[in-house]
């Protein structure tokens, strides 16, 4: 069973896991990939450029790997011609799930203001 967290201001100094959590998902596009990737599973690069309309090929790709270095996405590189390249959501990146049902949530009570 997890240990009970209690929301706190934290110590000065030290790191706060809340800023770390949202220096990883909280640049733009970031959070609308993990949100595709835990909806969909796996997709090509085209399938997630496609989804998310005015994000340039760059931005994603540096958003990827930004994503990978984390560990939140897995990238797979197939040796075909051409290459086939796949991104899937990992175990660390599926533990993100709750808080977006939980922004998804409070995003609802805003639209019956």
């Known amino acids: 069973m997890l240990?009970?967290?209690?929301l706190n201001k934290g110590t000065?100094?030290?790191?706060c896991p809340i800023e770390a959590t949202l220096d990883i998902i909280g640049t733009k596009w970031t959070f609308l990939i993990v949100r595709d990737l835990l909806l969909e599973g796996t997709l090509r690069?085209?399938?997630?450029?496609?989804?998310?309309?005015?994000?340039s090929?760059?931005?994603l790709?540096?958003?990827?790997?930004?994503?990978?270095?984390q560990g939140i996405v897995k990238r797979t590189v197939y040796p075909e011609v051409p290459p086939r390249v796949e991104y899937m959501i990992t175990e660390r990146g599926r533990q993100l799930?709750?808080?977006f049902i939980e922004?998804?949530?409070?995003?609802?009570?805003l639209q019956g203001k």
């Not at 000065?12 to 790191?15: F, H, K, L, Q, V």
């Not at 690069?45 to 994000?55: C, N």
Request: glycine fraction near 10%; aromatic fraction near 4%.
């Open 3 to 6: 240990e009970p967290i209690v």
């Open 12 to 15: 000065p100094g030290e790191p």
């Open 45 to 55: 690069f085209s399938d997630l450029l496609k989804g998310m309309e005015g994000i």
């Open 57 to 59: 090929p760059k931005t």
């Open 61 to 69: 790709s540096l958003r990827l790997k930004e994503l990978e270095a």
């Open 97 to 99: 799930e709750s808080i």
């Open 103 to 109: 922004l998804k949530r409070f995003g609802l009570t």
